[in-house]
């Protein structure tokens, strides 16, 4: 399957390395669009708030509702496309850097890695 890599280019956190971003079924005047397969380095949970949409992740389909959530796990590639009908639909995608979380000696959660991984 043809997909996308975006690269998180490993920026520097200057605190916890999380991100938080907002989209929209209407982002930037483009109409409603499709995101294409693509993946990531990064853990992303994407919280559906508005509207309806289809998430699909490593070929299975998943249907949101608001207050649903589906979770991809770094370099799973994932795609999502808006339900028939939606006029407007909102989600939050959250990013958790787990390299720079977990993984190095300078992570805020460095010193409790074991504990956490158990």
């Not at 520097?12 to 397969?37: A, D, M, Q």
């Not at 070929?59 to 339900?83: M, Q, T």
């Not at 989600?91 to 390299?99: A, I, K, R, S, W």
Request: include cysteine.
């Amino acid at each position: 399957m043809p997909h996308y890599h975006i690269s998180t280019q490993k920026t520097p956190y200057r605190t916890l390395p999380f991100n938080i971003v907002s989209h929209s079924s209407k982002e930037l005047g483009r109409g409603s669009y499709v995101i294409v397969p693509h993946q990531h380095e990064v853990l992303e949970i994407n919280l559906l708030l508005e509207g309806e949409m289809f998430i699909t992740v490593e070929e299975r389909r998943y249907h949101l509702k608001p207050c649903d959530a589906v979770l991809c796990n770094p370099f799973d590639i994932h795609s999502g496309d808006w339900a028939a009908g939606c006029e407007y639909g909102r989600f939050l995608g959250f990013t958790v850097d787990l390299e720079q979380t977990l993984g190095f000696h300078d992570s805020p959660l460095a010193e409790n890695r074991e504990a956490l991984l158990e």
